[in-house]
């Protein structure tokens, strides 16, 4: 094949990262996350269904360091996937779509998503779910 001398297309290492970029690929990996999640959910669900023993087994896992982990990881997924998923349906809806509004309703939804997820794990740590 001969070489041709066309540019080569654009990518991470050419662009400036920007909260919208940013914001962009986190809704993706949070799907994913979210995705991995339910299998956890689907665990829980066959645990309580297998009896007593099962769900002890369950709680070990989950109360660990990792089940904590990962349990926190994924309210933040949950929490951040559904705050960036109404601020899609806001420019779905027409709005929003200026530079300073694009990136205010970023910044909110990583904001609003981690203030979601502390309030949860506190009532969580308060209420003894992680016991």
């Not at 297998?50 to 070990?60: I, L, M, S």
């Not at 929490?79 to 806001?90: A, K, M, S, T």
Request: net charge positive; hydrophobic share 55%; charged share 10%.
């Amino acid at each position: 094949m001969a070489e041709t001398q066309r540019p080569l297309s654009p990518h991470l290492q050419i662009y400036k990262w920007q909260v919208q970029m940013v914001t962009s690929i986190l809704h993706r990996a949070t799907g994913i996350a979210l995705s991995v999640g339910a299998l956890i959910f689907v665990w829980w669900l066959v645990s309580l269904a297998a009896g007593e023993d099962a769900f002890n087994q369950f709680k070990v896992c989950m109360g660990s360091p990792i089940g904590i982990i990962l349990l926190i990881g994924w309210t933040w997924s949950f929490f951040y996937h559904l705050c960036n998923g109404i601020r899609h349906l806001v420019q779905d809806a027409g709005a929003g779509y200026a530079i300073v509004q694009f990136v205010r309703s970023s910044w909110a939804a990583v904001i609003v998503s981690l203030l979601l997820t502390l309030i949860v794990v506190g009532y969580a740590l308060s209420a003894g779910g992680a016991a």
